[in-house]
């Protein structure tokens, strides 16, 4: 997705520009975009000024969510909108923003169907269904655009 693959490099990156904004040190491009997430979610703070956090475990079964998992899923989907993959992604985007009347509830919604339709590839061993996305965007989407 970004920084690697293995789970404690993309962990470790996080944890990396978290110490970055304590001392208010510059940002690289995509360190930028993951503060703007941090920024959003403060009850992940806590969880990232304590290192032993980098090896959690967070499981469904223990009623827990990721928030790695989580933040990765918002830096995917701002990437997706920055190329506008599938197309159309953008006006879904902005129609969501109009709608909901804010950014960080209209990404929420969004990532939520992301997460479906990765899921569903990765049941089906396949390339996720970019129109399926769309066409699923475009259902969920608040009746004021439909």
């Not at 470790?12 to 940002?27: D, G, Y």
């Not at 806590?46 to 990721?66: M, P, R, V, Y």
């Not at 804010?102 to 339709?117: K, S």
Request: with cysteine; proline share 5%; glycine share 6%.
């Amino acid at each position: 997705m970004f920084y690697g693959d293995q789970r404690d490099e993309t962990r470790q990156f996080f944890f990396t520009v978290w110490e970055k904004m304590q001392i208010k040190a510059p940002l690289l491009p995509l360190e930028a975009q993951i503060a703007s997430v941090l920024d959003w979610h403060p009850e992940y703070h806590g969880l990232l000024s304590k290192d032993h956090n980098k090896e959690a475990d967070f499981t469904i079964e223990q009623g827990q969510s990721n928030p790695f998992l989580h933040m990765g899923m918002h830096l995917a989907l701002r990437e997706q909108l920055g190329t506008n993959r599938p197309i159309g992604l953008q006006a879904i985007h902005q129609q969501y923003c109009a709608t909901l009347g804010d950014e960080h509830d209209a990404e929420h919604q969004m990532i939520e169907t992301l997460g479906e339709i990765l899921w569903e590839a990765q049941r089906n061993n396949q390339a996720p269904n970019e129109q399926r996305y769309l066409q699923l965007l475009k259902d969920r989407l608040p009746n004021k655009f439909k």
